[in-house]
């Protein structure tokens, strides 16, 4: 890492310490202390992998295990950009990794950068 910066600005969830997860949630969801997890570890594996990633991204190696891992497929999902609000159904993920919304007008939209504030689970 000394001789190359690398930026990366990216959102990871991690559950760490949960008690109690929501109904919706509790066959699905785990907390990474269930498992005994060392966070030095796993924030070690974190950054060996978007290095990784960045020497492939070019590439594009990476699209179909990372499709492959979209929870959000086909969801409903707020987005927040900014102060605006997306509100639509994640289509799946374009050829340059970016996270595709279709609106309820039927307009799609590529994403690069967002947060995702809420997931309507059907």
Partial sequence: ???????????????INVKQFPSSL????????????DRNKLTAE???????VNANYQSGKFLAQYRQHNYLDQQMVKVMREKTEIVGRVCGIDSQARLVI????????ALTSGEVTKVYCD
């Fill in 1 to 15: 890492m000394q001789e190359h910066s690398y930026y990366y600005v990216t959102g990871i969830g991690l559950n």
């Fill in 46 to 52: 974190i950054v060996k992998q978007l290095i990784e």
């Fill in 26 to 37: 509790k066959n699905i969801a785990e907390t990474i202390t269930d498992r005994g997890v």
């Fill in 102 to 109: 279709e609106d309820k007008h039927g307009k799609k939209m």
